[in-house]
Structure formats: structure tokens, C-alpha cells
T-cell receptor, first 119, second 110 residues
Framework: NAGVTQTPKFQVLKTGQSMTLQCAQD?????MSWYRQDPGMGLRLIHY???????DQGEVPNGYNVSRSTTEDFPLRLLSAAPSQTSVYFC??????????????????FGPGTRLTVL | DAKTTQPNSMESNEEEPVHLPCNHS???????IHWYRQLPSQGPEYVIH???SNVNNRMASLAIAEDRKSSTLILHRATLRDAAVYYC???????????FGKGTRLHILP
């Protein structure tokens, strides 16, 4: 298994440009999520998904869109990049995200991260 | 979401045990306690989790207070490779969101 993969590893954008950060997992995990990490800070949850066709907002969703058309992929879209979105972005997945207790013990697996700079 | 409080940083000598504390005074009965760590320039990785009883695995031990309002991650014999940021997280059985705090930066002195 490749685990959780993210592309690209590095990206530089100009203010106002759009782009999509890709995330894929091959572990048949239902739960996927996106975090951002700024210098000296912990991870902040942007959006998450408990299965194909289902997404929800995390702590800092503004400026980002997501969709989940397949179990494997969970792309993160920046429609109009701003310098405040300069950060390292991590995608994560775990076996189950459905309410009711199945997900509470599941390990989250993280991708290697995408370092994004917005000028 | 129930919150956790951890020291910003800690230091330990190599080959000595390390006790990383976490306070979670508002923990609910349906919260599991998870620990992750983030090595430099990498994504976080799972360390251990528990509900009420102390837990051991090959990486660490987790000691949970009887009232569950605090827990301690124990690295039995720290190595330089254990230098990382350690995150204590509460994951609710009935909530899908997984919220990280700022964690504790652990420095290991040779």
C-alpha cells in the first residue's frame, strides 16, 4: 500500500490564483480530512469527510472547498489564493468516520504534506 | 469539543524515561484519548490511545488518571529520534472531527 499520498509537494501561487491540492489513499478508508499547519502552530482542521458524497467543515474552512466523489480521493481547492493561506497542508485518513463509535479508536494516517506559498 | 492542555516544550536526556502530561478536565465519558507525534518535516503519526485503562504498546505507555481528567504519555527510554512534537487529542465516539492542539515540543539532549 502507498498509504496517503499528496501532490504536489511544493507549490508557489500568486494572490488570486486557484489550485487544487490532491490527496489519495489506497486503504479503503471512509474518513478523510485536511489540516493546515502554520509555523509554531499545531494542526488546524479545514474540512473532513466521513464517506463518498459527504463533507463537513472543520475549524478553518473559509477560502477552501472540498468534494468527495470517490472513497480514494479528497481534493482541496483554493478558489482565489491569499497570502494568509501560505502554510503546510496535511491530508489524513482513517478507517471509519461514521457516528456511533466505530471511528473513535481508529488510527489516522497522514500524508507527507504540501508546502504552499502564496505571494 | 473537549480541550486538552499540554506544556509548550519539555527537555529530557537521552536514554532516560520521559513523562509527557496532558490535562483534559472537560473530558466526557465518550472521549477516547489519543496521542500522535510529529517528527521534523513529516506528517503526524499515531502513538497510542486509550479510554480508561493504562495502555502499552511498542512505542510508549499511556497512563490515564482514575478521574480521566489527565493522562501521561511515557517514553520508557528516550532516543534522539524521539525528538518531536507530541499531541494529546480527545476523540469523541459521536463526533467525527479530530481537533489538534499545539502539542508539546520534546527536546532530547545527548
Amino acid at each position: 500500500n502507498a498509504g496517503v499520498t499528496q501532490t504536489p509537494k511544493f507549490q508557489v501561487l500568486k494572490t488570486g490564483q486557484s489550485m487544487t491540492l490532491q490527496c489519495a489513499q489506497d486503504m479503503n478508508h471512509e474518513y478523510m480530512s485536511w489540516y493546515r499547519q502554520d509555523p509554531g502552530m499545531g494542526l488546524r482542521l479545514i474540512h473532513y469527510s466521513v464517506g463518498a458524497g459527504i463533507t463537513d467543515q472543520g475549524e478553518v474552512p473559509n477560502g477552501y472547498n472540498v468534494s468527495r466523489s470517490t472513497t480514494e480521493d479528497f481534493p482541496l481547492r483554493l478558489l482565489s489564493a491569499a497570502p494568509s493561506q501560505t502554510s503546510v497542508y496535511f491530508c489524513a485518513s482513517s478507517y471509519s468516520g461514521l457516528p456511533g463509535g466505530q471511528g473513535s479508536t481508529d488510527t489516522q494516517y497522514f500524508g507527507p504534506g504540501t508546502r504552499l506559498t502564496v505571494l | 469539543d473537549a480541550k486538552t492542555t499540554q506544556p509548550n516544550s519539555m527537555e529530557s536526556n537521552e536514554e532516560e524515561p520521559v513523562h509527557l502530561p496532558c490535562n483534559h478536565s472537560t473530558i466526557s465519558g465518550t472521549d477516547y484519548i489519543h496521542w500522535y507525534r510529529q517528527l521534523p518535516s513529516q506528517g503526524p503519526e499515531y502513538v497510542i490511545h486509550g479510554l480508561t485503562s493504562n495502555v502499552n504498546n511498542r512505542m510508549a505507555s499511556l497512563a490515564i488518571a482514575e478521574d480521566r481528567k489527565s493522562s501521561t504519555l511515557i517514553l520508557h527510554r528516550a532516543t534522539l529520534r524521539d525528538a518531536a512534537v507530541y499531541y494529546c487529542i480527545l476523540r469523541d465516539v459521536f463526533d467525527d472531527k479530530i481537533i489538534f492542539g499545539k502539542g508539546t515540543r520534546l527536546h532530547i539532549l545527548p
